[in-house]
T-cell receptor
Framework: GQSLEQPSEVTAVEGAIVQINCTYQ??????LSWYQQHDGGAPTFLSY????GLEETGRFSSFLSRSDSYGYLLLQELQMKDSASYFC?????????????FGSGTRLQVQP | AAGVIQSPRHLIKEKRETATLKCYPI?????VYWYQQGPGQDPQFLIS???????DKGSIPDRFSAQQFSDYHSELNMSSLELGDSALYFC????????????FGSGTRLTVV
């Protein structure tokens, strides 16, 4: 089987930097994705890492270490609108050709 | 830009009834996925279609079935509904050539009473 572990909640203040970690166990790993979801809304794609290293997209960066089965999402210059749930998700042989398995999500609360 | 369209947005059904959810993927996206998300839960993969053929199957109950039609829209059919089927149902589409990001629709909130 497969599993993904991420913290359930993180709290930070506006303007700060926060890192959300994700560890995974799966076979035939293809890549790690991150999605943002506001309450009642649809998940929104943030980033995808297939190879080791850092991917940067504006205020968001994502990192992957395949040897450690570990990745993180880094959010910089936090804004109130960043308060949402963040899910890591894996593509792997276990899930099939392209389907994603999501972690349980990290609820980020940004405070003034 | 075109997005993934789902209908209806909200649906209320009684136990043992049948429901049909519809999804219109982004044009030229070759894969459609269905996910179920319970309150406070992560999205659970149900089933996917690649070029109108079923490609992967997740935790989809036998009471549910899905198909993708010639115009690429997809339908999720749910029969003998149970209270536990109450959830948000998301459809997503993607294309490998455009990267591996899914675009999700706004979801259908199904309430079974």
């Amino acid at each position: 089987g497969q599993s993904l572990e991420q913290p359930s909640e993180v709290t930070a203040v506006e303007g700060a930097i926060v890192q959300i970690n994700c560890t995974y166990q799966t076979s035939g790993f293809y890549g790690l994705s991150w999605y943002q979801q506001h309450d009642g809304g649809a998940p929104t794609f943030l980033s995808y890492n297939a190879l080791d290293g850092l991917e940067e997209t504006g205020r968001f960066s994502s990192f992957l270490s395949r040897s450690d089965s570990y990745g993180y999402l880094l959010l910089q210059e936090l804004q109130m609108k960043d308060s949402a749930s963040y899910f890591c998700a894996v593509r792997s042989v276990d899930t099939g050709r392209r389907a994603l398995t999501f972690g349980s999500g990290t609820r980020l609360q940004v405070q003034p | 830009a075109a997005g993934v369209i789902q209908s209806p947005r909200h649906l209320i059904k009684e136990k043992r009834e049948t429901a049909t959810l519809k999804c219109y993927p982004i044009p030229r996206h070759d894969t459609v996925y269905w996910y179920q998300q319970g309150p406070g839960q992560d999205p659970q993969f149900l089933i996917s279609f690649y070029e109108k053929m079923q490609s992967d199957k997740g935790s989809i109950p036998d009471r549910f079935s899905a198909q993708q039609f010639s115009d690429y829209h997809s339908e999720l059919n749910m029969s003998s509904l149970e209270l536990g089927d109450s959830a948000l149902y998301f459809c997503a589409s993607s294309t490998e050539t455009g990267g591996y990001g899914y675009t999700f629709g706004s979801g259908t909130r199904l309430t079974v009473v």
